[in-house]
């Protein structure tokens, strides 16, 4: 009820106008929520079981990798309560897999789509037999990255979502800024040593 | 000779500024009817049999959803006859599907992709083995798309055209002052009703 | 050392901004090398073969079309160096293939991709058995493409790039506004006749 | 009382959503009137007598040029009748003088701006003493801008619109292209021509 | 020391990467004290009395608008201490005066700008002998502008700092589907019934 | 003849395509180098003596700060030998002075401002009596600029020309990862020291 009508107290005789600034506020909330996972400066690895409906959808396209288990399916439900999406599916689900057609499909019906379909789309990049092989391989996954320089892949995050959302030209002049720092940084000589001697780098905390 | 030669009639002694002036409002005018379609606030699927060439692409681009039969074939023919293609192709094409080696391969060359390729690279989200079975797909999903709020799809239209033109940030934007007004829709109590007592909603019209 | 240090030799005393301008310069300058591919008229064809690793991901995606050998590999190997990728991968392979959380795995971990992936996700549009035959297929693709009027094949190739870094809207006002003047080039009854007359239309120099 | 509640019948029992979007297609329709005017090929001077309110301001700012007499005045009237302007004034005011201080000030407040200080501010670029020498002074430059090559005035507009909405990189794109059909217009030969002869060219008609 | 060293404790062996991470955050933390004042969405007067130096213009840049007594002064003085202005008078003084050789001069020269000329290039809206009747005039703005419908005043700050950034076509749309459900309000027939009876309404709290 | 005709020969034949693409290519140079002055990262000041005609105006306008004798005059000529200025006064003017009305006024009459109205529309940010004593002023501010921090500068520059193409909030991103690193310049401690000293701060070659 509260959801769904917009957030918070209805108050007595409150106008349209006074109806919407409030609900906007409550939505700006819900929208913050899940892009503060955009916002967090390490890459964030989403590992789906079985069912993502709704909010769900919301939150993994606003992580930067999704893998699941193969009884998995996804469901962009929202139109099938009355709505549009508002936290982020619509924004970020069309420039997660490049396909308009399947998006449209997607948000308009409210059909589920089951884990071979979104592993041959791309909106996840590994499809597991089971929960446990998934979180071993996001673990392996996570380790691995971990093990990275931390300016290299914060840097290399800050740079795709950038990227993202500004021309090629933009991006380039904002890495060309970004970069003519960062290129300064001791992990490269201790990446490029680490390589050479076969020994992992320990890279100072970022 | 009309068309290719940039619309209407050559006026004798007409310079070049005059010549392009005139073409731009022939080119303006044919770009127009096909962005009709994206500007529908309705949903439009776009149900393709056989060939789909050169304009055939521009307008089913414009559209939500593509589904093909399976003998049907997509060609942007226009370099073949010496132009870049403007209403609406180029602009499109790279946005519905995500693979700029395959759009610049087709727009290059010509060259004809067959309903197989077209289903694997997303521009159609569907393919069917004959047109009467494409038709009932069609019309299955289009019943099935009209029988929820309308409030709640022509929102989610208009957001995906939004998102697709915009940052994410700026779709976010958007979209919250969008649902503040529309989250205050009898739609939503509506559909959780009928998703409740599994009777159909009945929504009034937009 | 020189490279990853920055370029060019570092001054005596240099304080932190001041490496920063030097560093800054010497990356615009590798950026530019890559962007001079995008910005070649005429659309350029990446054939790869075995190995393609950090600067090969830079160039080939500021490429139009990407061919492979099924012996091929991919690696954006930046953050194995300890840095993020600053001369292109990162503005560029997002637009390039739509799949947002294998660009990301590829990105942060490193990993290699093989030929058989990069085809499925699209980096590359065709993979071939082997050099030769890869050869003998971008000659006769570059052939095809030379073929063509070059009015049609360079403005498509200008109309895509700005469609890739612009919305919609705007990508229409731009092909309208080329194609105002471009129309009344005389490749067009040329093309139209080559058609008709099934030989072959001989383009002035552009 | 139409106007104000958001425009056309009130229906029945209509929700939020739904007078939402009755009341969107009204203010469209609104806007895109005043909106015509700056899409009007030619230049569009506007000359003001005594007072200017409201949708008078809205109007104005779509137009190109601005005169008054000296006993006008000037008023964004809207918050005095409880709504935000909603068809120009906020959008383009900022534009057309460089002053937030005062746009915020006129547009919070609601008070009358006199002839003299929308002189000084630039809202207008001529003050008259009567209405009947403004009228000449309109006229007279309607007669000198008629006089210039069309091909050079409508392109100056269109510059002009494009350079307010843009980067100056990227209306520098926009000329170019442009003018790269428009500097072949036979209206330059004439103009030099009239220029050297001392005697008015004679344009074709565009 | 320390604000000038780019904020916070710098650690033992820290490398440049990571000092520019620390003052990246350091930065950030002081432009968003400054945005604040702009996204308060009720209008703030500035009343500037004597200096206005450094993080004052900053300040004042933010709000909506500047008043002045006679005595005043401002001064972007930055570079004077070896940096670039970075907490928004870079950003926003040249759009809140459109005159950039003004703006320039005052940036790189670092020069005491007296009232007189503030007034004259707009940067303050009103100039008053004293700071008393100063405090009386922005005391009486505001309360007359705290008269006006909150919806209103509200709307119009949004709408004004939307169009500031966006083009005037985005801009006519954001207001188009923000008074779509706006002008549904109460303090529209509030407003006008109290202009007619030329009783002072009583508009809800927003 | 060769300028006005679009530059360079024209062939046999050439169609008006061709014509097109030779003519852009001869715009984009002139175009280059009026942008080069704004690409110089020192500030430029432009000190006008007499007559600023045609491409003048589009020169001075890619200056960061003008100057004038009271006997100099300045004209948008171009319309007045049938074409659209296209080497940057449409673009950069409007953005120099915040006055739209006399920006259109100028550019569809063609008609000389002079240097008192330059002055107080904010063109030129000083007017001075003779050539001798304006050269002395410009020169005395040239130097009063060189005696400060380059990086503090040259980073204003940067800033207030991204400032100009982009929104407030973009700016802030920007200047903010561009003073993260720059805070840490050896030219902040100078500059404070020179101040408690007075005596002139030596900073290091940029």
């Known amino acids: ?3 769904l ?4 107290e209805e108050e007595e005789g409150e106008d349209i106008a006074r109806k919407v600034f409030r609900t906007r ?7 913050d929520s899940f892009t503060a996972i955009e916002r967090c400066p390490k890459p964030v690895i989403a590992a789906v079981h079985r069912a993502c409906i709704g909010a769900g959808v919301d939150m993994i396209t ?5 893998l699941c288990t193969d009884n998995s399916f996804f469901c962009v439900k929202e139109v099938d309560i009355g709505l549009a999406a508002d936290v982020g599916t619509l924004q970020r689900l069309p420039k997660v897999i490049g396909n308009e057609s399947l998006v449209r499909d997607l948000c308009f019906t409210a059909r589920k789509m089951y884990a071979a379909e979104a592993k041959s789309c791309g909106l996840v990049s590994q499809m597991f037999k089971e929960k446990k092989s998934m979180m071993q391989g996001a673990m392996a996954m996570a380790k691995l990255i971990a093990s990275k320089s931390p300016v290299a892949v914060q840097g290399t995050k800050l740079a795709l979502i950038h990227a993202r959302d500004h021309s090629v030209s933009e991006g380039l002049q904002w890495i060309k800024d970004w970069n003519a720092a960062m290129l300064h940084t001791q992990d490269i000589p201790k990446s490029v040593m680490g390589a ?5 780098p320990i890279f100072s905390k970022l």
């Open 25 to 31: 506020a409550f939505v700006a909330n819900y929208q």
């Open 62 to 66: 606003a992580c930067d990798i999704r």
């Open 196 to 200: 050479m001697t076969k020994k992992a």
């Open 5 to 8: 009508g917009g957030g918070g």
């Open 1 to 3: 009820g509260d959801l």
